[in-house]
């Protein structure tokens, strides 16, 4: 190809996704908008507040308000934007730089991970009371003694399984003391301890799997406790009447609702496509980053692990953009989190008895198979149906439009049809 004719070919690809420019800029400046205003969203609520997880939560009626709705509408804009952004020359050019900017760390995520690890057990070991988190309380000598171990065998790669072992063990421990539904807010800890006991593996594919784990334990880590913003209100109303300026002039139920539409939001990201995921991260990072601010050492410690794996998904390009076409993007966010909503709120019901708890969830199931047919496999083959039913549209139309033909051929004709029949 002659060079002038690469030149004139760039120049038009380049006009041709100049016109992403402006919504995802626009998309941009809504998204950081949003993300300022509730910072409290990155606050883990039972950490500051005395939560009773058995309390009913909000009718769901009261739940699907108009807030709720516009918050909702404005993450779907600012999600589909970025996913359409992705596969222009812009989000290749931003997918690059990030790709240089964070190579050095690729190589390295092992012994980051193992590191803060090692630090923040370390840490509880040290404060004792504690099992995982803040408002995990316990003492005994063997807590004590599990925590202070694991630091120890994250030293050597050959007892790495030994630690992961003593993490899951900790997450069990925690599950007997305080319930399944309580430890439902913690599955990174069982993402790590599964991390650290598939590390010493000799295959290639179940060591490349486990950071897939450890990003979607994150995810759900962050996303299944927002739906205490949206189902239990009054929770976060108490923090954000401590931090006033946590809401920079909103009202507190507004500013409630737009923190959990934004937690769901960044930790649904999690789950999607490369660039998406990776400027998730970075969002979800800086917002628990700055928490340690307003809510101090509690915060930073109970983060330390999970900043540490958002740095990881930040770094790791892994994946194709083409595995989720960006026109499922809004369909398969808001279905997952009304879904979210209707398991947390089923779930509850089921566990600790109160309102009926099988529409909730079979509603929820009905979401999840729905969101499982949007992110099955290549969408070239829901493309490739759409194609096929739209042919079909187009060939019975046809056959319709013939049909009509006939008819008024053969009432134009009288009864000339019946007499060739005899005939």
Known sequence: MPPYHAAARKLSLSARNSIFAKPAVFAGCLAGGVIAVPSIAAAHVKWFVNCNVSDDPLPLHAVFSDTFFMFLML??????????????IIGALLSEVLDRCTQPLRGRANEL????????????????????????????????TIQLLIPVFLFNRATL???????IVLY?????????????????????????????????????????????????????????????????AAIAIVHPELTLGFPVDTAVTAAGIVEF????????????RRLAALALMLLLTSA??????????????????LLVVFADPDGKPQRC???????????????????????HALYYGGSP????????????????????????????????????????????????????????????????LRS
């Not at 840490?123 to 807590?143: K, N």
């Not at 399984?161 to 993490?167: E, K, T």
């Not at 897939?212 to 949206?230: Q, T």
């Open 75 to 88: 993450f779907l804009a600012v999600f589909s934007v970025a996913c359409l952004a992705e596969r222009t």
């Open 113 to 144: 991970l193992r590191a803060v690890a090692a630090i923040f057990f370390a840490l509880l070991w040290a404060q004792g009371g504690a099992i995982l988190t803040p408002e995990l309380t316990a003492a005994g000598t063997s807590l004590s």
């Open 161 to 167: 399984p030994a630690a992961g072992v003593g993490i």
């Open 172 to 236: 069990g421990y925690g599950v007997a003391a305080y319930g399944l539904f309580h430890m439902m807010d913690y599955p990174v800890f069982l993402g790590i301890g599964i991390f650290f006991i598939l590390s010493v593996s000799p295959n290639p594919k179940v060591v490349a799997v486990r950071f897939h784990l450890l990003r979607w334990s994150v995810a759900f880590s962050l996303l299944w406790p927002a739906m205490e913003k949206f189902l239990y209100p009054s929770w976060v």
């Open 265 to 276: 939001g960044l930790s649904f990201a999690l789950f999607w496509t490369p660039l998406v």
């Open 292 to 309: 340690t601010l307003d809510f101090g050492k509690p915060d930073a410690i109970g983060h330390s692990a999970i900043i540490a794996i």
């Open 325 to 347: 076409h960006p026109m499922f993007a809004p369909l398969a966010s808001s279905a997952a989190l009304l879904a979210t909503i209707f398991f947390y709120a089923g779930g």
């Open 357 to 420: 708890a099988l529409m909730p969830l079979m509603s929820g199931v009905a979401l999840l198979a729905f969101i499982a047919l949007c992110a099955q496999g290549s969408s070239r083959e829901w493309l490739q149906m759409m194609e096929t039913m739209r042919r079909w549209l187009i060939i019975d139309e046809a056959a319709n439009t013939r049909h009509r033909s006939a008819l008024n051929s053969n009432g134009a004709r009288g009864t000339e049809p019946v007499a060739s």
